[in-house]
């Protein structure tokens, strides 16, 4: 079956460490997006790619990183910079046309202890 | 910065009522889409409107779209309880020329759903 795949579903972090979340798409879809996602609030978009080895930054993109290796992986590192970390992260992609609707994955839950 | 703001915040109905929700946006856009997230889960997509349509259907889901307005609305008709959900608005920014390699999406803040049985 064709999807998109974050890993873990749930996550703890220590103060000052730095964690990466994974995204997996094998839709062989362009563009690949990261939202965080606050309680009862929309979704924030941190980073997005919409293509190999190119990413751009979202309006939340403090205290956090991405790579665009491979066109399945977009993976998104929290790092001790970010002083307020813990939220749902969503990982989206698209075909990366106008008009196409955008597959999400089940989301992070990560918690700072 | 988020680009769609919908309204109510919070709905609650009786099972078999119709549920309206709407949202406004800021700036032109290609096309206006609605989501549906369950509690703790990703979102999945309902329905997308082009920017030169002005309503839409989808089985028990229908979406209007006034672009002179800057808004959309979406009405679930005889609602279920399956239905409770909170559901999003979300638009791209219209960019010239025609951008063809993806669109930075832009999500509302939702609107709470509870359908009650």
């Known amino acids: 079956d064709g999807g998109i795949t974050q890993s873990p579903k749930y996550l703890f972090r220590k103060e000052g460490q730095n964690v990466t979340l994974s995204c997996e798409q094998n839709l062989n879809h362009d563009a690949m997006y990261w939202y965080r996602q606050d309680p009862g609030q929309g979704l924030r978009l941190i980073y997005y790619s919409q293509i190999v080895n190119d990413f751009q930054k979202g309006d939340i993109a403090e205290g956090y990183s991405v790579s665009r290796e491979k066109k399945e992986s977009f993976p998104l590192t929290v790092t001790s910079a970010q002083k307020n970390p813990t939220a749902f992260y969503l990982c989206a992609s698209t075909p990366g046309r106008l008009f196409a609707e955008a597959f999400f994955g089940q989301g992070t839950r990560l918690t700072v202890v | 910065s988020q680009q769609g703001e919908e309204d109510p915040q919070a709905l609650s109905i009786q099972e078999g009522e119709n549920a309206t929700m709407n949202c406004s946006y800021k700036t032109s856009i290609n096309n206006l889409q609605w989501y549906r997230q369950n509690s703790g889960r990703g979102l999945v997509h309902l329905i997308l409107?082009?920017?030169?349509?002005r309503e839409k259907h989808s089985g028990r889901l229908r979406v209007t779209l006034d672009t002179s307005k800057k808004s959309s609305s979406l009405l679930i008709t005889a609602s279920r309880a399956a239905d409770t959900a909170s559901y999003f608005c979300a638009t791209d920014a219209m960019r010239s020329p025609p951008v063809n390699t993806g669109n930075q999406f832009y999500f509302g803040t939702g609107t709470s759903l509870t359908v009650i049985p």
């Open positions: 409107i082009r920017s030169n349509e």
